[in-house]
């Protein structure tokens, strides 16, 4: 089970790494979503969870000091790479700390306790660690594969294996006008029943208020074409 586990997370940390292939320094680092998600951010911030996860939970520390990892770090500081952050520092950082995390992960048994202390210090076991951590990684390895595409269309799971139909260009772009069009079909269709519901609301509502309106002529002894009751 181990070893299983294991293997998903080399496949989420290759993933993430192959998405800076071939990109601009500045490609690799722009923002591209409301929150800034960016491509060097989350390998750096996924080499932080590595580090604390493998390292401080279990004991084992990370021999280096980074000063956005732990207590006192700025919000969001390993999520996006500074100006003065090289890609390369970044990389290199990413894979010592698979380095340190591979060797808590082998020495250590699925059943071994460790602590998490921004959980309230709550006990965990390495075996729910590599499933958290595991699940994190893909994770953002799939926001990676969505904002590598908005950069220059590129996708996929992993460069051996992109895991995509094997389709041209233009295949792509007919999926993606079929899609577009469903989605315009859809709020179409919806804004026609929601039409639709009005209409009979409004309807229902109109008799209500002539059967109200009928009521108070009975009582006050008129007709329903306005005229007196006769006695």
Known sequence: MKADLHSYLKGGRDALLWKLDGLSEYDIRRPLTRTATNLLGLVKHSAAMEILYFGVVFGRPFPEDLPYVGDGAETNADMWATAD??????????RRAITHADTTIEALALDEVGHVPWWGD???????V????TAETQRHAGHADIV?????????????????????????????????????????????????????VRE????????????????????????????
């Open 148 to 200: 590598r595409e908005l950069i220059d269309g590129a996708a996929g799971l992993l460069p051996r294996n992109d895991n995509l139909p094997p389709a041209d260009e233009s295949w792509w772009l007919d999926h993606h006008r079929r899609v577009e069009q469903a989605a315009l079909d859809h709020r179409q269709s919806v804004a026609a029943r929601d039409a639709q519901l009005v209409a009979r």
């Open 130 to 133: 590599l499933v958290h951590v």
């Open 122 to 128: 709550a006990a965990v076991t390495l075996h729910h």
């Open 85 to 94: 952050e090289t890609r390369e520092e970044i990389v290199a950082l990413h």
């Open 204 to 231: 229902r509502a109109s008799t209500a208020e002539y059967v109200e309106h009928a009521e108070v002529l009975r009582e006050a002894g008129i007709g329903p074409l306005g005229r007196r009751d006769r006695a």
